[in-house]
């Protein structure tokens, strides 16, 4: 009941903060002719991203199942790819970012035998996915800075961002100094100590660590590409090399829990971050809103799943 509880009030502060957002950059934007340039967004260029979102979820999956392999999870490559998917679909209701990991990890967890190494393998995939964002947001930095030599800012925020997900493979050490000793003997306790142990056994598996960590960053270019595509469909006269600087961020706003489906916060940090490219906040919101849509049509084959299980079900 607690757990029910606490689920409520966190989606309430979900929508009280998007509709928050959603409010102060209507009171903005032209909304009106915002929804006008999402409808007249060139129909070729959609479908060619709807393509790219496609592969994504594909590479996505392939990418788990590396994870599942290395740590020798007992689940077969069809069932692990409609548990994707399916917990995508559901996450599209739960908290941005991690909601579909919870969903996930949930499900794994009931049809594999070793919950532990199935609840790290959900986890050192995000960590991965987040690195990949790093490094592309370093990237872009670079090539589009013109003071990347000098501004200490943003290399010590990546740094530390970057270092933080490192550590995620010395778990097993950080959570015995952090646990007190007198809960290491409880049921939560042995829990987050085998979660733990499951997730640092990683560091002996650097191949599969590494070829994941590959495919994470083939994902998050195809995000870019996704999100260029979408702003030439949009007309939008944003170089290539900018689109590596805002949407790694802009992904990064998608993963905080403070969303729904991804609407709210990172289009408003996505309309913040175009305006030095002299793109109107309208159109900016435009493109924000179909990076959105386009990534939510990409659940789609999990409703589709989802609902072919509650008839076998029924």
Not at 172 to 196: Q, W
Not at 213 to 242: D, F, H, T
Request: net charge positive; with cysteine; proline share 4%.
């Amino acid at each position: 009941m607690a757990i029910l509880k606490r689920a409520a009030s966190s989606l309430w502060v979900r929508l009280a903060v998007t509709a928050a957002i959603l409010f102060y950059l209507g009171s903005q934007i032209d909304m009106a002719a915002a929804i006008a340039a999402v409808m007249r967004v060139n129909t070729a260029h959609l479908a060619a991203v709807l393509l790219l979102v496609a592969v994504d979820r594909a590479v996505m999956i392939l990418r788990w199942l590396l994870l599942l392999r290395a740590s020798e999870v007992a689940i077969s490559t069809a069932a692990a790819a409609r548990l994707f998917l399916v917990s995508s679909f559901v996450g599209s209701f739960l908290p941005a970012g991690v909601g579909g990991d919870a969903a996930r990890a949930y499900g794994l967890t009931r049809v594999a035998s070793t919950g532990s190494e199935a609840l790290a393998s959900v986890a050192v995939d995000r960590v991965l996915g987040v690195l990949a964002l790093l490094a592309l947001g370093v990237v872009g930095f670079l090539v589009w800075s013109p003071h990347a030599a000098t501004d200490w800012r943003a290399p010590v925020a990546i740094t530390l961002l970057a270092t933080a997900c490192v550590a995620a493979f010395w778990t097993d050490r950080l959570v015995r100094v952090v646990l007190p000793l007198s809960l290491h003997g409880t049921v939560v306790g042995r829990r987050v100590l085998a979660v733990g142990d499951a997730v640092s056994r990683y560091r002996d598996r650097p191949a599969a660590v590494l070829h994941v960590m590959a495919w994470s960053i083939v994902v998050q270019l195809l995000r870019v590409a996704q999100a260029y595509l979408l702003g030439l469909g949009l007309g939008l006269a944003v170089p290539l090399g900018y689109y590596l600087v805002f949407m790694p961020i802009g992904l990064l706003m998608l993963l905080l829990p403070v969303s729904i489906s991804g609407f709210g916060l990172p289009q408003g940090v996505i309309v913040w971050l175009l305006r030095p490219m002299g793109v109107a906040d309208e159109r900016s919101f435009a493109l924000s809103t179909l990076i959105v849509l386009t990534g939510l049509a990409g659940n789609v084959p999990g409703l589709f799943l989802w609902l072919r299980q509650r008839r076998e079900i029924l």
